[in-house]
């Protein structure tokens, strides 16, 4: 069974930085995609970054390029969210999630991802 669980997630203040973790467990990951989503309140779930399975190509919303950077491990059983000058509207439940498939177009739609994590809580105060 595979499971994805996310770690890292807390609350500081705008323009600190967080750490996400996503680690996978039952498979890994070799050639497929790994992205991250938020879901902030009273919102519906959103892209933000993926990356392919061997790390050379990556893709990010508007929103977090230049702040937020995601990367993964050698042996593709874990993908990071190293979150930087957070701003409040950052502030949402944060998703780890996994594909078999390589990046495309449609990365940045949750349908399609297999595999999603439980989520962790990133509050951003003002």
């Known amino acids: 069974q595979v499971q994805l669980v996310e770690s890292g997630g807390g609350s500081v203040q705008a323009g600190g930085s967080l750490r996400l973790s996503c680690k996978a467990s039952?498979?890994?990951?070799?050639?497929?995609?790994m992205g991250w989503f938020l879901q902030a309140p009273g919102k519906e779930r959103e892209f933000v970054a993926w990356?392919?399975?061997?790390?050379?190509?990556?893709y990010y919303a508007d929103s977090v390029k230049g702040r937020f950077t995601i990367s993964r491990d050698t042996a593709k059983t874990a993908v990071y969210l190293q979150m930087t000058s957070l701003k409040p509207e950052d502030t949402a439940v944060y998703y780890c999630?996994?594909?078999?498939?390589?990046?495309?177009?449609?990365?940045?739609?949750?349908?399609?991802?297999?595999?999603w994590g439980q989520g962790t809580q990133v509050t951003v105060s003002s």
């Open positions: 990356i392919s399975g061997t790390g050379a190509s990556t």
């Open positions: 999630a996994a594909s078999d498939s390589r990046p495309s177009w449609s990365s940045v739609r949750e349908s399609s991802y297999r595999y």
């Open positions: 039952g498979r890994t990951f070799t050639s497929g995609t």
